[in-house]
Nanobody, 121 residues
Framework: QVQLVESGGGSVQAGGSLRLSCTAS????????MGWYRQAPGKQRELVAD???????TYADSVKGRFTIFSANAKKTVSLQMNNLKPEDTAVYYC???????????????WGQGTQVTVSS
């Protein structure tokens, strides 16, 4: 059974920093993509950043230059360093991973439980 366990998040004033981390555990053959999405109240869930193959990052335009995504732990952990946070970054952040559990299985998508990030002005 694959699990994604998130840590980090919390409350910070505008201009501050936070770091989110997510670790995948269980039966894992490979993780082609791992990243973070967020959902603000009344809005759709959106991609914040992801990393392909553990070394190719992509970012939403709204966070470029402020957020950095990186992987570690044999690419089973993904972290999101968030700097210069703005009130509009307030949302529940969800870890997302596309995982192949064995070489014979299809890639499946997994989600973490979500962690709240609140940025006050």
């Amino acid at each position: 059974q694959v699990q994604l366990v998130e840590s980090g998040g919390g409350s910070v004033q505008a201009g501050g920093s936070l770091r989110l981390s997510c670790t995948a555990s269980g039966s894992i053959y490979s993780i082609p993509v791992m990243g973070w999405y967020r959902q603000a109240p009344g809005k759709q869930r959106e991609l914040v950043a992801d990393i392909i193959g553990g070394n190719t990052p992509t970012y939403a335009d709204s966070v470029k230059g402020r957020f950095t995504i990186f992987s570690a732990n044999a690419k089973k952990t993904v972290s999101l360093q968030m700097n210069n946070l703005k009130p509009e970054d307030t949302a529940v952040y969800y870890c997302n991973a596309k995982i192949r559990e064995s070489w014979t299985r299809d890639i499946e998508t997994y989600w973490g439980q979500g962690t709240q990030v609140t940025v006050s002005s």
